[in-house]
Structure formats: structure tokens, C-alpha cells
């Protein structure tokens, strides 16, 4: 394969300026907010996903709802914990919003992770 002029001078301006090849770049690791927001985009529809916050919190539990057919993508239900520690049941609701960052961010900003029951 020959290469021509013009690849062989991006070759030598890339070297000079520090610039690596796409080859030999990595892979951006994602902040916890976006991994978070990535897990919660990726709620079907109609589905739920379940977060526990820290332990100062009266209602710990936070259910996020991929909304079907409401005017938001997602709905976010608080929840207080029973005598075991598990979510009540009594679900009420905190607020509708489209971005998924933002939940992340309110998640994360209370010591929230993902709960597995």
C-alpha cells in the first residue's frame, strides 16, 4: 500500500503536535453520573429500575419508570423502607423529568447505588 504526500504529512504533523493514531487511543472511561444515566436510558418501556440512597434518608428507596406514554420519559417514585429494611410498597411520586443525568446526578449526590433485592 503506498501511502501518498498528504498522509504522510498528517503523519509527521500528528507526531509533532503530540497527536496520537485512532489506533492507539483508548476507549473513554464513563463517570459514575454517566454509567448511571446510561443504566436508566437503557429502562424499557414500562419497566422499572430500583436505587437505595444512603442511610439518612427516611424514604431510601428511588424507583425510576420509563414512562410509556407519559409527556416525560421518566417518572421518579420515592419509597420508604419496611421493618426488614426492604422497599414498603407505598410508592409516592417525586417527579417527572426526560433527562437521565439529571437522576443520575440526584441518585449519586445522596450515596445511591443500584438495589438488588
Do not use: C
Not at 436510558?41 to 442511610?55: H, N, W, Y
Amino acid at each position: 500500500m503506498r501511502i501518498n504526500s498528504r498522509q504522510q504529512t498528517l503523519a509527521m504533523e500528528e507526531s509533532m503536535f503530540g497527536h496520537k493514531d485512532a489506533q492507539s487511543t483508548k476507549e473513554k472511561k464513563l463517570s459514575p453520573k454517566d454509567a448511571m444515566a446510561q443504566q436508566i436510558e437503557a429502562i424499557d418501556s414500562g419497566k422499572e429500575m430500583v436505587f437505595r440512597l444512603g442511610q439518612i434518608y427516611v424514604k431510601p428507596f428511588i424507583t425510576v419508570v420509563h414512562n410509556p406514554e407519559g409527556s416525560k420519559k421518566f417518572t421518579v417514585w420515592q419509597e420508604a423502607a419496611d421493618g426488614a429494611g426492604q422497599p414498603s410498597g407505598k410508592r409516592g411520586k417525586f417527579w417527572d423529568t426526560s433527562n437521565a443525568k439529571e437522576i443520575a446526578a440526584w441518585i449519586l449526590d445522596r450515596e445511591g447505588h443500584v438495589y438488588n433485592a
